[in-house]
């Protein structure tokens, strides 16, 4: 079956408002032949005379009054496909976003990201979700519309993604424990009980890594599959954790922090999304609340700033 002409349901459209062929041409540019010639073809197409002789004008057919009507919502609707979007009215907006997150964003910069989305779109609601994993088929299926994290090899590479957050490990224990006093050498650090995060249950990571050219390794005690529990544990107890600074912030109130005395790869926390989104308002708009509540969150002016995606935790 052949594919019909689509240009024809523009002439179409023209010819049954005028009535016409001269009118019509006028309205399209046409010469009359021109015109002629397109009511020909699409007489041919449709296989109905569309409009007919009488006296000396036309007068439509049965099949062409029941046409009117469609036809004009049809070109009506594809010009509304065609054309650019109008400008995003947020106070009129109604919609729900999913954003999967990396553990800490939503207790650090949630507030933030929350109150600028409701002063901007009191009609938009935001639906954080866990990130197990590094899996691109949420974003891909459209069960995600955003999602933070550190870019890996399994990442999707159609997947689209803009840096976001420079983050560095720093060790967290108790108030009152031993290394929250007095200068922490590699050799204290390491001679102290400590909690390995892996969401992979792995016994190393990257601390371990920078202190393996002093000649030194943790004692590792337990293995936990995220920040938050291993800040909770530390917490309670004499155990050394080490996460990242900036996504664990809220999370350390009441603890003592320190730089780690090893140097430790940076990770970059970036913001990803799929390509089908790039050119959606909406979905424009909220990255920019994203980045806008990281960046009031951050001292650092550069923290923000684009930049390779370093090694991601073990």
Known sequence: ??????????????????????????????????????????????????????????VPTPRAVELRERVSQLVQDAQAVLRPAEKLDLQQLIRTFTLRTSEGFVENFGPSLIARVGEQAPGVRLRFVPKPDKDSAPLRDASVDLETGVVGKTTAPEVRAQALIRDRFIGVVRMGHALSQGEITPARYAAGRHICVSRRGLDRGPV????????????????????????????ASDLIASVPERHTGNLR????????????PEITVSLLWHPRLDADPAHRWLRGCVRDACAGQLTDASACAAGPASAPLA
Not at 213 to 229: D, E, H, K, N, Y
């Open 1 to 58: 079956m052949s594919t019909p002409d689509l240009n024809l349901l523009v002439t179409l459209d023209v010819l049954l408002q005028e009535g016409s062929v001269a009118r019509a041409a006028v309205r399209l540019r046409l010469s009359p032949s021109a015109m002629s010639r397109a009511l020909a073809r699409l007489r041919e197409t449709t296989g109905d005379p569309l409009l007919v002789r009488a006296g000396r004008g036309l």
């Open 208 to 235: 371990d890594e920078a202190l393996a050219p002093f000649g030194l390794q943790r004692q590792i005690v337990t293995t936990v599959a995220g920040f938050s529990a291993a800040l909770a544990l530390a917490r």
């Open 253 to 264: 109130a009441g603890m003592h922090s320190f730089p780690l005395p090893v140097a430790t």
